[in-house]
Protein backbone atom coordinates (compact mmCIF):
# COMPACT_ATOMS: atom_id res chain seq x y z
CA UNK A 1 0.00 0.00 0.00
CA UNK A 2 1.64 3.28 -0.87
CA UNK A 3 2.37 6.24 1.78
CA UNK A 4 -0.21 8.52 0.87
CA UNK A 5 -3.05 6.02 1.54
CA UNK A 6 -2.14 4.94 4.61
CA UNK A 7 -1.22 8.70 5.78
CA UNK A 8 -4.63 9.58 4.68
CA UNK A 9 -6.21 6.86 6.57
CA UNK A 10 -4.69 7.82 9.49
CA UNK A 11 -5.33 11.02 9.65
CA UNK A 12 -8.73 10.45 8.67
CA UNK A 13 -9.20 7.64 11.92
CA UNK A 14 -7.37 10.66 13.77
CA UNK A 15 -10.32 13.45 12.85
CA UNK A 16 -13.11 10.80 13.56
CA UNK A 17 -12.06 9.75 16.69
CA UNK A 18 -11.11 13.43 17.89
CA UNK A 19 -14.94 14.58 17.43
CA UNK A 20 -15.83 11.45 18.70
CA UNK A 21 -13.89 12.48 22.16
CA UNK A 22 -15.30 15.85 21.72
CA UNK A 23 -19.00 14.67 21.60
CA UNK A 24 -18.66 12.54 24.63
CA UNK A 25 -16.74 15.57 26.72
CA UNK A 26 -20.04 17.96 25.71
CA UNK A 27 -22.96 14.89 26.36
CA UNK A 28 -21.00 14.62 29.62
CA UNK A 29 -20.88 18.39 30.39
CA UNK A 30 -24.83 18.71 29.38
CA UNK A 31 -25.49 15.91 31.78
CA UNK A 32 -23.47 16.92 34.70
CA UNK A 33 -25.20 20.78 34.66
CA UNK A 34 -28.85 19.11 33.88
CA UNK A 35 -27.55 17.01 37.36
CA UNK A 36 -26.77 20.49 38.69
CA UNK A 37 -30.08 21.98 38.12
CA UNK A 38 -32.28 19.34 39.40
CA UNK A 39 -30.03 19.37 42.17
CA UNK A 40 -30.88 23.06 42.98
CA UNK A 41 -34.56 22.09 42.23
CA UNK A 42 -34.53 19.71 45.47
CA UNK A 43 -35.87 21.65 48.61
CA UNK A 44 -34.49 19.19 51.12
CA UNK A 45 -31.38 18.00 48.89
CA UNK A 46 -31.91 14.70 49.98
CA UNK A 47 -30.30 13.40 46.55
CA UNK A 48 -31.61 14.04 42.99
CA UNK A 49 -34.89 12.89 42.03
CA UNK A 50 -34.62 8.84 40.65
CA UNK A 51 -34.88 9.47 36.86
CA UNK A 52 -37.87 8.57 34.71
CA UNK A 53 -36.14 5.39 32.14
CA UNK A 54 -37.72 3.93 29.16
CA UNK A 55 -38.20 0.21 28.95
CA UNK A 56 -34.54 0.61 27.56
CA UNK A 57 -32.82 1.99 30.75
CA UNK A 58 -32.56 5.30 29.13
CA UNK A 59 -33.75 8.49 30.25
CA UNK A 60 -36.55 9.67 29.13
CA UNK A 61 -37.08 13.35 27.59
CA UNK A 62 -39.89 14.99 29.38
CA UNK A 63 -42.86 15.31 27.18
CA UNK A 64 -43.78 18.66 25.31
CA UNK A 65 -46.17 21.43 26.92
CA UNK A 66 -49.17 21.68 24.16
CA UNK A 67 -49.11 25.10 23.11
CA UNK A 68 -51.39 25.20 20.11
CA UNK A 69 -55.23 25.35 19.48
CA UNK A 70 -57.08 21.92 21.09
CA UNK A 71 -57.97 18.83 18.78
CA UNK A 72 -60.84 19.40 16.99
CA UNK A 73 -62.87 16.64 15.40
CA UNK A 74 -65.90 16.26 13.03
CA UNK A 75 -67.70 13.03 12.80
CA UNK A 76 -68.34 11.83 9.38
CA UNK A 77 -71.18 10.24 7.68
CA UNK A 78 -71.00 6.84 6.51
CA UNK A 79 -70.77 7.96 3.35
CA UNK A 80 -67.91 9.71 3.96
CA UNK A 81 -66.11 7.12 5.34
CA UNK A 82 -66.71 5.14 2.70
CA UNK A 83 -65.21 7.58 0.26
CA UNK A 84 -62.34 8.02 2.31
CA UNK A 85 -61.20 4.62 2.50
CA UNK A 86 -61.92 3.73 -1.36
CA UNK A 87 -59.23 6.75 -1.47
CA UNK A 88 -56.80 5.23 1.24
CA UNK A 89 -57.01 2.31 -1.17
CA UNK A 90 -56.29 3.67 -4.57
CA UNK A 91 -53.08 5.95 -3.19
CA UNK A 92 -52.10 2.44 -0.92
CA UNK A 93 -52.14 1.21 -4.67
CA UNK A 94 -50.28 3.60 -6.46
CA UNK A 95 -53.03 5.05 -8.42
Do not use: N, Y
Not at 51 to 80: K, S, W, Y
Not at 87 to 95: A, D, I, N, S, T
Amino acid sequence: MSEDKTLSRTAGATVVTLVAVACAAGLADALRRRRERTRARTPDHSGPPAPRHTPHGTPAIPRQRRTGPHVEAVPLTDAERDAFAVLVRRFGEGG
